[in-house]
């Protein structure tokens, strides 16, 4: 396999280069800034929901013989997978509330994997990759 970097890669690598040259011209401060690390320490700021919550709010809300929190949570990251690397704060957000939801790591990387049918191995990766940091940071925090 070869690590050259494919044309987008490229042309967001550019992009990249070009956003921290204008950043820096207006900002000298901004040199360092970086939007991935910035949404990262949002999210931070985003409290995970309790179970109980959930499940009012997105579990049997309209009929108790309805889906739980858990299982639309699964859902939500189905098709947050399927946007690609779209919405990484919005996916990493959803496998953080539903392992809280009661999911398990299993069901998390089960989910992800079957929609490599569906969106492709790279949006598969890249969910994954998104879980696995999740997974890694809560295992931190719990240490």
Known sequence: MSDSKSPFELMMAQMSAQAQTMAKAMNPALESFSPTEAFKGFEALWPTMPKEFMEMTFGKGISNDGLDAKTRLLLT???????????????????????????????????????????????????????????ADKEDKET
């Open 77 to 135: 990251l189905a098709g947050l997978t399927m946007q690609g690397a779209q919405n990484e704060t919005g996916l990493r957000m959803t496998v953080r509330h539903a392992l809280e939801a009661g999911a398990t790591e299993d069901e998390i990387a089960e989910t992800i994997a079957q929609m490599s049918m569906f969106a492709g191995i790279p949006a598969m990766t890249k969910a994954m990759d998104c879980a696995r940091e999740v997974m």
